[in-house]
């Protein structure tokens, strides 16, 4: 309805502009005209009178027209009949007037020099009023016909354009959250509608993975809470059912594991769920990786019976959040300690605007096609199914959302002595 109504508003505006600028233009061409008509007629007239070959004022004339010869003391000499009697018609030789006889008629007048004598001709205006009067007509009958026309027009074009529109409208309506696998029409075309579809329809295919992914999370977490819960019922039960074949200290041990099991495991989703939501905060500070590195080295090598290469370790500086970037290093320090046979290497270096660490294992490496999905969440390969040895499956992804969180990239590959390596790049610091 709208853009009928701007349309017919503009349409109607410039048709209704465009018929009286016609009409003024048109009149103006024919009194143009009449005028250059009348003139010409006076000059014939005073040229055939300064021949000797006046004719008699009475032939050729009609009510439309009228003749004066008016002399040189501006008395009438002769003229048609229906103006016998009337006083001269004051007009300049070469030029033209409006003027008004004495019956009411307009005329146009234009006067010529023939000898000591004016001749001064006139021209009814009559059609050029009549011929304005019927361009008018045809305007105010021609106009309302194109502004339906054109309403007419515009409405349909309008609604086909926008019917498209109404199918999405309809079929995003009838989705729910338990039918995202459905889509919108698109379209063959490649118009504005169009892409709109195709933008909902990869819209609606994020919803749907952002659903999998959460129901998936939700899942796993569960099946990773469910474990200790049942450790921690287990050894009470027994506690409460046979007393004597616990100790209260193998108890309290028990439980505490299990509780910092699922300690670390709710801190982990918290951090991974600000991490969804984009509210990591993070602090900007310079930061030596090197003293992160060498310190993490040390905990290994303090708590592993692994050896523990830092030869490669150079100066890097970067700005970010010492605790989170701490926190990457424990986890990738972790991981390696967990797949390696006898020794781990750890590394620093600046390379192409940023700054490299890399952690190296000497176990069984990770498959190629495995490489990117290990940095997912709840993802364990096989080798690292058992609770006790491959933990949850989020250490890695921490790693990676912490590191995107910096502006980083994590990459994994195979190390020098055959087992794993993880390249972590993080933009360089003043």
């Known amino acids: 309805m709208r853009t009928t109504l701007g349309a017919l508003l503009v349409v109607g505006l410039a048709l209704a502009l465009g018929a009286v600028a016609l009409v003024l233009v048109m009149r103006a061409t024919l009194l143009q005209q009449a005028e250059d008509a009348v003139q010409a007629r006076a000059d014939d007239l005073a040229a055939a009178m300064a021949a000797g070959r006046a004719p008699a004022l009475g032939d050729g004339f009609d009510d439309d027209s009228f003749v004066q010869v008016v002399d040189g003391s501006g008395v009438v000499a002769d003229a048609t009949g229906n103006v016998t009697g009337a006083e001269a018609v004051d007009v300049e030789p070469g030029r033209t007037a409006r003027v008004e006889l004495p019956a009411g008629d307009e005329m146009i007048a234009a006067a010529a020099s023939a000898g000591d004598q004016v001749v001064v001709v006139g021209q009814s205006v009559e059609d050029v009023g009549e011929a304005t009067a019927v361009v008018i007509r045809l305007l105010a009958a021609g106009l309302p016909v194109a502004l339906a026309v054109v309403g007419f027009t515009t409405w349909r074009a309008a609604g086909r354009a926008l019917a498209p529109v109404e199918a999405i409208r309809s079929e995003v309506d009838a989705i729910s959250g338990s039918q995202l696998h459905r889509r919108v029409p698109e379209g063959t075309g490649h118009d504005e509608i169009s892409r709109l579809a195709r933008t909902m329809n990869r819209m609606l295919g994020r919803l749907e993975q952002a659903r999998s992914r959460q129901r998936k999370f939700v899942s796993d977490a569960s099946h990773e809470l469910r474990s200790p819960v049942a450790s921690i019922r287990q050894h009470a039960e027994v506690a409460l ?148 040895v491959g933990g949850v499956g989020l250490g890695l992804a921490i790693v990676d959302e912490l590191v995107a969180a910096h502006g980083g990239a994590v990459e994994v590959g195979d190390a020098p002595s055959g087992g794993a390596r993880v390249v972590v790049w993080l933009p360089a610091g003043r």
């Open 241 to 388: 059912a046979h007393p004597g074949r616990t100790t209260v200290p193998e108890l309290a041990g028990t439980v505490l594991a299990e509780d910092l099991r699922v300690q670390h495991l709710v801190e982990d989703l918290l951090l991974l769920a600000r991490a969804d939501e984009r509210r990591l905060r993070l602090a900007a500070r310079s930061v030596d990786v090197d003293d992160l590195v060498l310190d993490e080295s040390r905990r290994l090598r303090r708590d592993t019976g692994l050896a523990v290469d830092t030869t490669g370790v150079s100066a890097g500086r970067v700005n970010g959040d010492a605790a989170a970037l701490r926190r990457v290093l424990r986890n990738l320090g972790d991981n390696a300690v967990r797949h390696a046979s006898a020794a781990i290497s750890l590394s620093v270096s600046e390379h192409d605007g940023g700054v490299v660490v890399t952690v190296d294992d000497d176990g069984p490496g990770i498959p190629a096609a495995d490489r990117e999905r290990v940095l997912r969440r709840f993802v364990r390969l096989d080798e690292a199914r058992d609770r006790d």
